[in-house]
């Protein structure tokens, strides 16, 4: 693909447009890679912006691929699910059955969440997120049980935006 011309967001001067990856570092989860998407690259200052194809897409896919996650949640991802499900954290709380500053030292990291309170938060999220149908809902509930009592630890998730496929490295 030729590399195009555009104007940098940050200080105005040309920039190319170029395929690469991404570190999708304003997500709210550390670790979030997009492979293959088009970015705007400024020669001047340094500045780098993606150019998202498909977001409403893109969001859904990592959120299922947390859901996913065969370790505990942290509190990022926690928050992470909450936001993508459009929930304040007293709606959250609520659905979970838990006060919102349970929610609160969750997304924090003041508490970590329980493992029986994980697997809810999954099944929560599943349940109500806006995920497509035919992304094997049973056996994506049945991995929960590979989700042991070691401490959470978070996963570097590379997505390739073009496939929608994702994985843990």
């Known amino acids: 693909m030729k590399a195009r011309t555009e104007e940098c967001s940050n200080c105005g001067a040309p920039a190319r447009r170029v395929r690469g990856d991404y570190e999708w570092e ?10 293959g998407i088009e970015l705007v690259k400024c020669g001047k200052c340094g500045n780098v912006d993606p150019v998202f194809p498909r977001v409403a897409q893109i969001m859904r ?5 947390v859901v ?6 942290t509190g990022d991802e926690v928050r992470f699910l909450r936001k993508h ?9 609520a659905v979970c059955q838990v006060d919102r500053t349970t929610v609160s030292k969750w997304e924090n990291g003041e508490t970590p969440v329980g493992l029986q309170s994980d697997a809810l938060i999954r099944m929560v999220a599943l349940a109500l997120g806006d995920f497509a149908a035919g992304q094997n809902v049973p056996a994506t509930v049945r991995g929960f049980a590979r989700i042991n009592g070691a401490p959470p630890k978070p996963a570097r998730i ?3 935006v ?3 496929e994702a994985v843990y490295v």
Do not use: C, H, W
Request: no cysteine; charged share 25%; glycine share 8%.
């Open 61 to 65: 896919r990592i959120a299922l691929t």
């Open 68 to 73: 996913r996650k065969p370790y505990r949640l």
């Open 158 to 160: 590379e997505l390739d």
């Open 162 to 164: 073009e496939s929608l």
């Open 85 to 93: 499900l459009q929930m304040t954290g007293q709606e959250f709380g």
């Open 26 to 35: 304003n997500l709210g989860l550390p670790n979030v890679v997009l492979k």
